[in-house]
DNA sequence: CGCCTTATTGCAATGCGTTGCAAGAGTATC
DNA sequence: GATACTCTTGCAACGCATTGCAATAAGGCG
């Protein structure tokens, strides 16, 4: 494995970044970093990254991949089809479900990669609000 | 809304398949209906399909889009990143998880599009039994 | 310190999917 | 059946991500 300055700047891009980042997002910012980023480069950097459980990928909601630095505890995602916003499901809810699913089907989730679609609770309320008041 | 030749193909291909199937796919099943097939349309015809409610799509582990006539019940898939291999969710199983997100967190799971990868019952089993024999 | 091996990079080409736009073809109306 | 309206199509260009391949440079070794 050898340490080069390109690995160095996509680390560091994706250090600072809160929370996820796209691909082309993060080619955008190394390349805010140094222009002479290559896009080849960004996303062979970071599968050897993930290899390394140095950083994770799950997908948004519209099926692209989402790069996170990896976090202390593993965590799925909820994502609002209605408002876009996303959130991490806490460690219990996240149990609970892997363990269910774990003793019906023998099935082991893989939290980090689990993304929920659906509508949040404030939108569930507001969407309701609107369809009654036709 | 006009009913023409290219979304025939496109349903007859789509309706012709059994389980999911992607996109492209969907075009090279096309193109062998009608050479004169263009991705295009195809891609436009499945988003006005689901418009309708006729198809649906989720998200394979890789987060390609997979597309399916819409079954009489939403259900989920489950996706092996051991051995490829995916299943449907049972109902009770699906219920279950819509029912515990809805009580805890008032999030309205969308069963149709809810898509789960983590390691199947029998290649956790051998990937014990592998792990032992070392 | 310089050389050698080979991991890594950059480029160019590819594949999948999307979009803007002008040309074409459904459908309704008369 | 002809006409007009406008929804759809096909094309070309684009964006994101991946891959093969030759050139480059990292890091170990003498």
């Known amino acids: 494995m050898r340490w ?20 082309s997002e993060l080619v955008d910012r190394c390349r ?23 950083v994770q990928h799950a997908h948004g909601r519209d099926g692209r991949e989402e790069f996170q630095i990896r976090p202390a505890e593993a965590h799925g995602h909820l994502h609002c089809s209605s408002c876009g ?17 774990r003793e019906n089907l023998g099935f082991e989730i893989d939290l980090s990669h689990l993304s929920i679609g659906g509508t949040c609770a404030s939108c569930t309320k507001s969407n309701h609000r609107r369809s009654s008041e036709r």
Chains 1, 2 share one sequence.
Do not use: C, M, N
């Open 85 to 101: 916003q996303s959130w991490e499901i806490s460690p219990d809810d996240a149990a609970r479900t892997v363990h269910a699913f």
């Open 4 to 23: 080069t300055p390109q690995r160095r700047i996509v680390l560091e891009a994706i250090k600072s970044t809160d929370g996820h980042i796209t691909g």
């Open 32 to 54: 805010s970093l140094d222009p002479a980023t290559t896009p080849s480069t960004v996303y062979r950097t970071l599968r050897v990254l993930e290899d390394l459980g140095v």
